[in-house]
Each structure stands twice: as structure tokens, then as C-alpha cells.
């Protein structure tokens, strides 16, 4: 158990819909991160955040925004869902400033879009 | 478009072999980051490479940073069944500002 929390663990929705997957990054963790893995892909980076502020962005889709809330936990919006976004959304976090240290990933929230 | 590549994408060995997956890049990295993912599973932290020519093991895994800092490999001996999974080395740049994951190689040990 790394001690990220991600809900929903499953979601299945249909096309044009719109999804929040939800992140409690380990207690004491300032930073969370969201990456995407499409079936048999890589870990493709979205966005990170650091104690409430936005730090870096990936290939994230203009239909999709996150943020993290003062109680550091994040939410990653979907919306205007297509097939092609089917797949594992991850949530991470690390202790101090992004990217100085080990990621703790919780285990993912598989999308499925019909 | 891929900063970090990562070969082979897949390897299958036998039980008791040795193999080698590397992470290569054309720009110089601030650090090296490597993370197993077993099949259903999550990412899981292993290593993180900071210096140059730096060498870390642990039992049976080897993780090595180039001297330039461009490039890092990860050698497993002995592999075992437990070694199967997705392993993915992740590096970073000051100009980057971001973590990238390699593509990962995708290991398969037959008994």
C-alpha cells in the first residue's frame, strides 16, 4: 500500500460524458502528479501540482483540467469523453518540491468510455 | 515526441538468465529515476541515479548512470519469475521541469 488513495478504482461512462477521478496523495505529500497509461503504453504525464499550485504540464487535453484543493488532495476532470480516453489514470505524490524524490503511485482509475 | 527512449520494448528471457534494459537520452540529465510495474499492478519506486557513473545494486538488480549522464541500464541476474513486469526508468531536466517515463520494457520470464 503506497498511500495514495484514487476513487473510483473502476468507471465505465459513455461518450460525451463527463468523469472526476478523485487523489489523496500520502499524508505530509505536497506534491501529486496524474499521468495517463493507454493499454500496453507508457506513462504518458499530464499535469503536477505542489501544495495547491499548478507546477508543470504534460500532453493534457484542453477537455481536461484538474486541480488541488487547500486539503491537498486533487481531482482530474474529464469531459467531452471519447473512446480514446479509455484507459489507466494515475495519481501520484512525493514528499517536497515536484520531482525531487520517489513518486508513491496509488493504483490507478481504469476508464472505460463506450 | 519521445525524450527519453527506453530499449528493448519487450524481452522475454528464460529463468536463470540475465538481461539488461536501457534508458537513453540525447540531452543531459539532472537524475535517473527507475520504477517496476507488475502486471495489474502500479508503478513502484526502485532506484534514483543522481551522479555520474553512478552504480547502485540491490541483490539482483544493477542500475548504472552513464558517465555522461545521458544514459542508464538496468541489469537483472538470475532472473526469477518474480521479475516479470513493466519496468520503467524515469529522468528528469532542469529545462524540462518534469519527470518523463521511458516507454518501459516489458519483461516475461519463462519457467
Known amino acids: 500500500d503506497s498511500g495514495v488513495t484514487q476513487t473510483p478504482k473502476h468507471l465505465i461512462t459513455a461518450t460525451g460524458q463527463r468523469v472526476t477521478l478523485r487523489c489523496s496523495p500520502r499524508?505530509?505529500?505536497?506534491?501529486v502528479y496524474w499521468y495517463q497509461q493507454s493499454l500496453d503504453q507508457g506513462l504518458q504525464f499530464l499535469i503536477q501540482?505542489?501544495?495547491?499550485?499548478?507546477?508543470a504540464k504534460g500532453n493534457i487535453l484542453e477537455r481536461f483540467s484538474a486541480q488541488q484543493f487547500p486539503d491537498l488532495h486533487s481531482e482530474l476532470n474529464l469531459s467531452s469523453l471519447e473512446l480514446g480516453d479509455s484507459a489507466l489514470y494515475f495519481c501520484?505524490?512525493?514528499?517536497?518540491?515536484?520531482?525531487?524524490?520517489?513518486?508513491?503511485f496509488g493504483e490507478g482509475s481504469r476508464l472505460t468510455v463506450l | 515526441g519521445q525524450q527519453v527512449m527506453q530499449i528493448p520494448q519487450y524481452q522475454h528471457v528464460q529463468e536463470g538468465e540475465d538481461f539488461t534494459t536501457y534508458c537513453n537520452s540525447s540531452t543531459t540529465l539532472s537524475n535517473i529515476q527507475w520504477y517496476k510495474q507488475r502486471p495489474g499492478g502500479h508503478p513502484v519506486f526502485l532506484i534514483q541515479?543522481?551522479?555520474?557513473?553512478e552504480v547502485k545494486k540491490q541483490k539482483r538488480l544493477t542500475f548504472q548512470f552513464g558517465e555522461a549522464k545521458k544514459n542508464s541500464s538496468l541489469h537483472i541476474t538470475a532472473t526469477q519469475t518474480t521479475d516479470v513486469g513493466t519496468y520503467f526508468c524515469a529522468a528528469l531536466t532542469y529545462s524540462w521541469g518534469k519527470l518523463q517515463f521511458g516507454a518501459g520494457t516489458q519483461v516475461v520470464v519463462t519457467p
Open positions: 541515479l543522481v551522479k555520474s557513473g
Open positions: 499524508s505530509g505529500d505536497l506534491s
Open positions: 501540482y505542489y501544495n495547491g499550485e499548478e507546477r
Open positions: 501520484a505524490s512525493s514528499v517536497g518540491h515536484p520531482n525531487t524524490g520517489e513518486l508513491f
